[in-house]
């Protein structure tokens, strides 16, 4: 298996769209991603569009993204694993590429989500989990998540408090961030008096739907080395997979099963270990989730990432900083451009261009990806 | 068709396991069991994962368990809005299932905690639908 490289990246600005098409998105992404690789659409053999396509007006939106970025008629189609699908699109990309089907490939990850109503968004939401024997109880995304952080908090003594720590650090860094949906800090306080959304849940620990889009191109090492001299390098791809019933899940639900299986692969094939890593993206898209995250990524022990956390480890400065560009709490979430936006933010540190947030000589890069309400879980390393 | 009755709000009509909805008219909380191997399955599936030839039988459950999580939603789907806010629950049942409920509302909320003893037990909506919760 040969190298793979990511040769440019792109990011549209997220938020509430209303000026936008999900097609117009996608160019914003990867227009730009053209730009930072100086190339044109000439030079990418064939495109993978990741969306969660419930959401899209459009049916198989991959006919229409395709075309409308210019990419006929080379090989183009749908790759969907919910809030991870652009995270797949890449282990699906680099696949083609490393198998020498395809030398260059482009991965766009886009969502419009905000131009459905608000009914329509809820009636997807009561669909988020198992359709046949937890969503007829009136399930939500929030709810699932809520019930690790109250398993969380009755094992651990995790507090609401220290929940709240996640918003706080996130919109700091979101502030700084020009792409971000929310560019205003937050405080502890604002968090823990926000509206009740799933106890012990609330509005502020939450990330926001919203739209946007993100891009990578991708190369075999022989095309990057030609195309750039700044290549990042995918070093470890880890996915797993867990029930997506609840109930058909073990163990004490303080934790995900399939997070620490993607971590294990990824690190196994990148051959490095969590002490290794100088900055990372984590699915952040409820306070609690960034916190397990740290744990099954094996930043800290059980039941320590408030630790971590009440350190400051996880700041720019700290051990290991963590969404220092804002993560889905200030981004927002717009779901199939999320994992790509995590690798957009982590090749920008390793090619030492972060500006502001520029972790000082970064070179191993690590972005995680949960799909859904954890039936999914991707772990990608870069390398500069 | 019928297995929409299942639920508050069931989204599914069509499934081989409408039989459970028999059982919970009489009250009562079914698994299937493999004739063959005796693995049994619940919430219950239609096939044995390991004897896939084989026919499968049905078990009615005690519904002893003790809570493992749960969550107070205060923001619900458009089917559920009239109930809210209300509580979910995962629980443990005494044979090792794990059964994700409703907890009732007649269950005193300050009490609620991971490893409270509930019981699973079959309940009536308002539009004659059947579920089960835990109180």
């Known amino acids: 298996m040969g190298r793979v490289g990511i040769v440019g990246v792109g990011h549209s600005k997220f938020g509430k769209r209303n000026d936008a098409s999900l097609r117009e998105l996608a160019f914003e992404a990867y227009g730009a991603a053209l730009d930072d690789a100086d190339m044109d659409s000439s030079n990418i053999d064939s495109s993978v569009i990741c969306s969660a396509t419930h959401y899209d007006k459009q049916r198989s939106p991959a006919g229409v993204v395709a075309e409308y970025l210019g990419l006929n008629p080379q090989p183009t189609f749908n790759v969907e694993a919910a809030c991870a699908s652009s995270a797949v699109g890449l282990r699906t990309a680099w696949a083609l590429v490393s198998s020498r089907l395809h030398d260059v490939m482009t991965v766009v990850g886009v969502q419009k989500m905000t131009e459905l109503s608000s009914e329509e968004i809820q009636e997807l939401m009561g669909r988020a989990g198992d359709v046949m024997w937890e969503s007829p109880f009136g399930t939500t995304m929030p709810a699932y998540y809520a019930m690790y952080a109250t398993a969380h908090m009755a094992r651990f003594g995790t507090t609401e408090e220290q929940m709240a720590l996640v918003p706080v650090k996130n919109r700091k860094y979101g502030s700084k961030n020009p792409n971000a949906m929310f560019q205003k800090p937050i405080t502890a306080e604002e968090v823990l008096k926000s509206r009740p959304v799933a106890s012990p849940l609330k509005l502020f620990d939450c990330c926001a739907n919203a739209d946007g889009a993100a891009c990578l191109i991708i190369a075999n090492a022989e095309k990057a080395r030609k195309l750039t001299d700044r290549p990042v390098w995918v070093a470890g791809l880890g996915l797993a997979s867990s029930p997506m019933s609840l109930a058909g899940r073990k163990g004490p639900m303080t934790s995900f099963e399939v997070t620490k299986n993607a971590a294990m692969s990824a690190y196994q094939m990148a051959r490095v270990s969590p002490n290794d890593i100088d900055v990372a993206e984590v699915h952040d898209s409820f306070s609690i989730t960034e916190i397990l995250n740290y744990e099954d990524l094996r930043f800290a022990k059980p039941g320590g990432g408030t630790r971590l956390l009440e350190k400051g480890e996880t700041e720019l400065g700290g051990k290991i900083p963590v969404n220092i560009d804002g993560g889905l709490i200030s981004k927002g979430h717009p779901v199939g451009a999320t994992g790509a936006s995590q690798l957009f933010a982590l090749t920008k540190q390793l090619r030492g261009e972060a500006g502001s947030t520029q972790v000082d000589g970064a070179k191993i890069g690590l972005a995680q990806n949960i799909g859904g309400i954890g039936m999914y879980s991707a772990v990608t390393i870069l390398k500069a | ?135």
């Open chain 2, 1 to 135: 068709m019928g297995f929409e009755k299942f639920g508050r709000f069931g989204y599914v009509s069509q499934t081989k396991i409408n039989p459970l909805l028999s059982y919970l008219e009489k009250g009562q909380i079914a698994a299937t069991r493999c004739k063959k191997c005796g693995r049994t399955y619940f919430p219950p599936r239609a096939e044995c994962l390991d004897d896939r030839q084989s026919a499968i039988e049905w078990v009615v459950l005690d519904g002893k368990g003790s809570l493992i999580t749960f969550t107070k939603v205060f923001f619900a789907p458009p089917a559920f809005q009239a109930e809210t806010p209300y509580l979910l629950g995962l629980a443990e049942l005494s044979n090792g299932f794990r059964v994700f409920a409703p907890v009732s509302p007649s269950v005193d909320e300050k009490q609620l905690k991971p490893g409270k003893e509930l019981n699973l037990k079959v309940a009536r909506g308002s539009r004659d639908n059947l579920f089960y919760w835990l109180e």
